[in-house]
């Protein structure tokens, strides 16, 4: 608060008919609109500071309780690795007891052998020469094994000139069936009303015996069995597609 004191124009008494003693007075300036000014300045100033002191409260206050989460949720994630530990440790332990035991059992395994190889060794050159032996009939049975591979073989340079014959005059293609080791075998000119019309079979060549799988039109099993026997014996394939072939012809007619 300020305050300012103008003197008078003249301490002297004023004359008669001159001014009043009320202008005479000094003029004295109080400040209210300033000190008002001033308070309000105050008041804005005080309550931004104090909305700021709540804010910052608030932003603690929510921080202090986003780390007490945090801390609990470590604190919950620790309780739960610690759980984790001890349950590996009780499955560690469970499997240190077994190897034990196992290890013990092996260790009478040990012992158990060591007394069935001293009881072997008094009949082991007993099955060397029963070995020896064994191995000179299997050394007669690949040779005798290779012959046939080699029959087979020869056969098989004259096969592919003979299938070509087959293929012409049976009226047959040969394709693939879409599975390995299978064959697909069409024939046409089977229907006498029909010549376009197809019938075919699968042929299974995976293992050493010939078998049909399938075929359209359907044939009786029994009659397909007969002929892979007779087949089979042979190992004839031309016996196999002259025999479908009939087969066939004879469904179509039925």
């Given at each position: 608060m300020s305050s300012s004191f103008e003197p008078s124009m003249s301490t002297s008494r004023p004359p008669i008919g001159g001014p009043s003693l009320a202008d005479t007075l000094p003029n004295i300036n109080f400040g209210f609109d300033e000190l008002r000014d001033r308070m309000a300045k105050f008041t804005a100033k005080f309550d931004a500071?104090?909305?700021?002191?709540?804010?910052?409260?608030?932003?603690?206050?929510?921080?202090?309780?986003?780390n007490v989460a945090?801390?609990?949720e470590d604190q919950r994630m620790k309780k739960k690795d610690i759980e984790i530990l001890q349950l590996r440790t009780n499955t560690y332990q469970q499997t240190m007891t077994k190897e034990a035991a196992e290890t013990r059992e092996m260790q009478g395994a040990i012992g158990q052998l060591t007394s069935q190889r001293d009881r072997q060794a008094a009949a082991r050159d007993a099955l060397k020469e029963q070995i020896?032996?064994?191995?000179?009939?299997?050394?007669?049975?690949?040779?005798a094994q290779r012959a046939h591979q080699a029959q087979l073989e020869a056969q098989?340079?004259?096969?592919?000139?003979?299938?070509?014959?087959?293929?012409?005059?049976?009226c047959l293609r040969i394709e693939g069936a879409g599975v390995e080791d299978r064959l697909k075998f069409v024939y046409t000119h089977v229907d006498e009303k029909n010549w376009e019309r197809e019938a075919w079979f699968e042929l299974c060549t995976g293992s050493r015996d010939y078998d049909v799988r399938h075929c359209r039109p359907k044939l009786e099993r029994e009659?397909?069995?007969?002929?892979?026997?007779?087949?089979?014996?042979?190992?004839?394939?031309?016996?196999l597609l002259k025999g479908m072939r009939e087969l066939f012809v004879e469904a179509m007619r039925s």
């Open positions: 500071f104090i909305e700021q002191g709540r804010k910052r409260v608030l932003e603690e206050r929510n921080q202090f309780r986003m945090e801390l609990q020896a032996a064994t191995q000179k009939d299997i050394d007669a049975r690949l040779a098989a340079r004259f096969n592919v000139p003979e299938l070509d014959f087959w293929v012409t005059n049976l009659k397909v069995e007969k002929l892979l026997d007779r087949v089979n014996e042979t190992r004839e394939l031309a016996t």
